[in-house]
């Protein structure tokens, strides 16, 4: 039995070559159908996401194994073979074990540490048992992967830090503010980044969360998922004085949110601080309005300093984690290596139980047709002694005939002879 990782990522392949070779939820069960019907292959989990498509198989070694799956890949998908040869990597048992521990881990995401992947490992992990049996050595794999990434989310910072902008612009309302359940958020804009800063915000359970948007139906269904309002751009005016923080990131070729704006929200708030976030390219705030008293005004190239940094600490517990994952590895490796003697323990006890048992029979029926119990008790014992060391006495006779005094004293060994 082999252990395999074979796939690709984007380290290796562009989105236009992963979206094509990605399951989809809705063919999984179909495809590990396909894969498992495979001679090979012994059992499997798939893994699909955005950013790689992974099998993860128990497979019989074979000279032409590697070909075989990749062209059940190419095939599966309708793809040439040298398309995807170039872009696929394939790891075999300590080497398939390190990757997806390292996978599991954040240390071979897109961004170093994202906590997200263990996620989807799971998910992958469930739904390749449903219908389909793994092997035992394959769920151990698994289940000692999750205990692995939890070890090294616990004993590293390696998703401490922010290293997104959303993550980052949340974090510094974090620091800022001692409690986000007690402050007003005005988001302006509803695309991509805005959408996660809403999502963090209401995870930390902001008092109330405003989104202003040009288009109000995208802003709508944003604030549908999040709880929040909605109000028209030319709203912010007169709703600016209502919030303590404002996150701003629009597509708007001119600012949104001017000075003179900003000093009538402060004077009708009687100068409690407020904190602008500005993530937009061109700016959706005035530089002018970082001058005002009260006003802390963070641009994208601030938060980008805060990432950068962040980021660093990150490489830093990484160090840290790359040791766990060699470490657990190993040990993984060995209780592997272990499982590969359990069959072969049984077989010797086995044949030994059998030899016993056949002299046994022969010295019961001896003993019921009269012979003398102590000849047929030095008899008994003589030829078990002599069917239990035969074949290890042809094995050391052999390996001293050939001069292999390294095979000669590994037999001494597992005699017990000192």
């Known amino acids: 039995m082999t252990l395999l990782a074979l796939g690709i990522n984007h380290k290796t392949a562009p989105v236009a070559l992963r979206e094509r070779v990605a399951f989809g939820p809705d063919v999984l069960e ?25 099998l993860y198989l128990s497979v019989e070694q074979q000279a032409d194994l590697q070909e075989r799956l990749v062209r059940w890949l190419c095939d599966y998908h309708h793809l040439n073979e040298e398309d995807v040869r170039q872009s696929l990597y394939w790891h075999q048992d300590n080497a398939a074990v390190s990757h997806l521990m390292r996978v599991a881990s954040g240390l071979d995401s897109l961004v170093l540490g994202e906590p997200q992947i263990l996620g989807q490992v799971k998910k992958a992990f469930a739904d390749s048992q449903r ?78 969360l405003i989104i202003a948007n040009r288009t109000r139906e995208r802003a709508e269904r944003l604030a549908e998922e999040v709880g929040a309002e909605v109000i028209d751009l030319a709203e912010i005016d007169a709703r600016l004085v209502d919030a303590d923080i404002v996150i701003s990131s629009t597509a708007s070729p001119l600012p949104i949110i001017g000075k003179g704006m900003m000093e009538r929200a402060l004077k009708a708030r009687r100068n ?31 938060l980008q300093a805060i990432i950068e940094q962040n980021m660093a600490q990150r490489k830093a517990a990484a160090v840290q984690a790359e040791s766990i994952v060699v470490q657990e590895s190993g040990e993984f490796m060995s209780w592997l290596r272990a499982q590969s003697a359990v069959e072969t323990i049984r077989e010797y006890r086995s044949q030994a139980d059998s030899v016993r048992a056949d002299l046994e029979s022969r010295a019961l029926a001896a003993l019921q047709q009269g012979a003398d119990p102590q000849k047929v008790l030095q008899e008994l014992a003589h030829k078990l002694t002599n069917r239990l060391i035969h074949a290890p006495t042809k094995s050391l006779q052999q390996a001293a005939r050939d001069g292999d005094t390294e095979r000669l004293q590994l037999l001494r060994d597992s005699l017990g002879l000192e």
């Open 30 to 54: 179909q495809a590990l159908d396909s894969l498992l019907s495979q001679p090979m292959v012994q059992s499997g989990v798939v893994l699909s996401t955005c950013n790689r498509t992974e």
């Open 131 to 208: 219908g389909h049996a793994l092997s035992s050595e394959l769920e151990r794999m698994f289940q000692k992967t999750f205990s692995v990434a939890k070890r090294v989310r616990t004993e590293t910072e390696i998703g401490a830090s922010a290293v997104s902008v959303a993550f980052a612009a949340c974090t510094l309302a974090r620091q800022i503010f001692e409690s986000l359940s007690t402050v007003n958020v005005l988001l302006v804009g509803a695309g991509e980044t805005i959408e996660l800063v809403a999502r963090h915000l209401r995870e930390h359970k902001v008092q109330k």
């Open 272 to 302: 409690k601080p407020m904190l602008l976030v500005d993530i937009a390219v061109p700016r959706d705030v005035e530089p002018e309005v970082g001058k005002l008293p009260n006003a802390y005004l963070y641009s994208v190239d601030d």
